[in-house]
T-cell receptor
Framework: DTEVTQTPKHLVMGMTNKKSLKCEQH?????MYWYKQKAKKPPELMFV???????INESVPSRFSPECPNSSLLNLHLHALQPEDSALYLC??????????????FGPGTRLTVT | AQSVTQLGSHVSVSEGALVLLRCNYS??????LFWYVQYPNQGLQLLLK??????LVKGINGFEAEFKKSETSFHLTKPSAHMSDAAEYFC?????????????FGTGTRLTIIP
């Protein structure tokens, strides 16, 4: 199984809502990533988890709160978002031991619209 | 900091013609380089990666790339374009960041195939 799954596929939320994005993989990867991709732009790294611990936060606003409850699951909790946060949110996973580079496997993304 | 530059945000080729997508890297050490493809409304799929084992790298779907240190380039080619190759292509460089690997993407090249 080389698949990263993300739910939901689409999400529309108001600026006062609280919602969560979910990402799951069963490849035994111990590194998981959240990226944000605006239209016609490349993905930008938001967070990296390594062995269920947050290891990189690319100065992301606190209205985005990541969580890694176990080695297969990654969540992104959303609260009080702004319209400019509308984007495609991509999850990825990879090994982080052995000989680099570590290929990242991407999920299909969640398209988020903030109204 | 390591970075990649993709020349040409849009490339159009006729079906059956050669595909050439350009990527130049900036790195003080031998880099790990990748090409990813993104089809509309989908996540990213790895086409190929350079790990210094060989300068000519073959990937999926008939694509290949050649690492040229003298030109700091890692251009992507395919001898004969197919309609299904229409997509966004991203060159990326991997760098170690506090014990983790961080992918930095180029701005992308949209490939259009003319029937």
């Amino acid at each position: 199984d080389t698949e990263v799954t993300q739910t939901p596929k689409h999400l529309v939320m108001g600026m006062t809502n609280k919602k969560s994005l979910k990402c799951e993989q069963h490849m035994g990867h111990r590194a998981m990533y959240w990226y944000k991709q605006k239209a016609k732009k490349p993905p930008e790294l938001m967070f990296v988890y390594s062995y269920e611990k947050l290891s990189i936060n690319e100065s992301v606003p606190s209205r985005f709160s990541p969580e890694c409850p176990n080695s297969s699951l990654l969540n992104l909790h959303l609260h009080a978002l702004q319209p400019e946060d509308s984007a495609l949110y991509l999850c990825a996973s990879s090994y982080n031991t052995g000989t680099p580079p570590y290929e990242q496997y991407f999920g299909p993304g969640t398209r988020l619209t903030v109204t | 900091a390591q970075s990649v530059t993709q020349l040409g945000s849009h490339v159009s080729v006729s079906e059956g013609a050669l595909v050439l997508l350009r990527c130049n890297y900036s790195s003080s050490v031998p880099p790990y380089l990748f090409w990813y493809v993104q089809y509309p409304n989908q996540g990213l799929q790895l086409l190929l990666k350079y790990t210094s084992a060989a300068t000519l790298v073959k990937g999926i779907n008939g694509f290949e790339a050649e690492f040229k240190k003298s030109e700091t380039s890692f251009h992507l080619t395919k001898p004969s374009a197919h309609m299904s190759d229409a997509a966004e292509y991203f060159c990326a460089v991997s760098s170690s960041y506090f014990g983790n690997e961080k992918l930095t993407f180029g701005t992308g090249t949209r490939l259009t195939i003319i029937p």
